[in-house]
C-alpha cells in the first residue's frame, strides 16, 4: 500500500474489491496521525523560546516516525490479513476431512484478522497519547495540526476495534474470544479522556 500514490490507492479503495477496506483505512488513519504529530514536533525543535522541550520533542519526533512506519506494514498486512480469510472460507467442504481442514483454516486465518486491527489499535493509542502532548506543549502556531492529528488516531482506533468486533464472532473458542474482548477493553479504556484532552489543549491555543 504504501508504494501507491494516493490517488491510486483511493481508487483501490472505492473499488467493489474487498481488499482494501476499513481496516487497511483504518492503519492509514493511524499513520496520517503519526505525520502529523511529528510534523508539529518537528516545527517545536530549535526554537530557542522552546529550548526547554527540545529533548522531550526530539523523542516525540522518532517515536511518531517510527510509528507511522510501523501503522504502514499493518496497513499491508491487514488487507493480507483478509484475503487470507476469503481463501479459508473458499476452501472445499465435501468430506470430513475437508472439512476439518477448512474449519482449522478459517479459525487461523480469523486469528490474523483480529490480530492485525489490534495491532493498529495499540499503534493509535500510543499516536493518541503523542498527540496530546504535542496538542498541549508544542509550537502553538501548529496546534490545529496537532487537532487533527489527535482527532485521526481516535478514529484510527475506533476503526481498528470495529474490525475487531466484526471478526470475534467466528473465533470458536470462548477463552479465546473473551482474551480478545479483554484487550480491546483495554484500548477502549479512556479514549474519549484522551481526545477531550487534546480538543482542549488546542482549543487553549486558538483562544
Known amino acids: 500500500m504504501k508504494d501507491l500514490s494516493l490517488g491510486d490507492f483511493l481508487d483501490r479503495l472505492a473499488s467493489a474489491d ?15 496521525a503519526a505525520a502529523l504529530v511529528a510534523m508539529v514536533a518537528r516545527t517545536t525543535i530549535g526554537k530557542k523560546k522552546f529550548a526547554d522541550r527540545q529533548a ?24 493480507k490479513a483478509f484475503d487470507a480469510v476469503l481463501a479459508a472460507y473458499r ?5 470430513p476431512e475437508e472439512q476439518a481442514r477448512r474449519g482449522a483454516a478459517i479459525q ?3 486469528r490474523g484478522a483480529i490480530a492485525t486491527p489490534l495491532a493498529v489499535g495499540r499503534l493509535a493509542r500510543r499516536v493518541l497519547d503523542l498527540a496530546r502532548h504535542v496538542a498541549a506543549e508544542g509550537n502553538p502556531s501548529a496546534a490545529s495540526d496537532a487537532g ?20 470475534l464472532p467466528q ?5 479465546e474470544r473473551a482474551q480478545v474482548e479483554g484487550q480491546a477493553s483495554v484500548l477502549r479504556a479512556g479514549l474519549e479522556g484522551a481526545e477531550e484532552a487534546v480538543r482542549a489543549a488546542v482549543a487553549s491555543h486558538l483562544s
Not at 476452501?91 to 468430506?95: D, I, M, N, V, Y
Not at 487533527?148 to 471478526?167: C, E, T
Open 171 to 175: 473465533l470458536a473458542d470462548a477463552g
Open 56 to 79: 522531550a520533542m526530539e523523542a516525540i519526533r522518532d517515536e511518531a516516525d517510527a510509528l507511522r512506519r510501523d501503522l504502514l506494514v499493518q496497513a499491508e498486512a491487514d488487507a
Open 148 to 167: 487533527v492529528g489527535g482527532l485521526l488516531a481516535a478514529a484510527a482506533l475506533r476503526g481498528a476495534l470495529l474490525n475487531v468486533q466484526i471478526n
Open 18 to 32: 474487498p481488499t482494501p477496506g476499513g481496516g487497511t483505512a483504518s492503519a492509514v488513519a493511524g499513520a496520517l
Open 108 to 110: 487461523g486465518a480469523t
Open 91 to 95: 476452501l472445499p467442504k465435501g468430506t
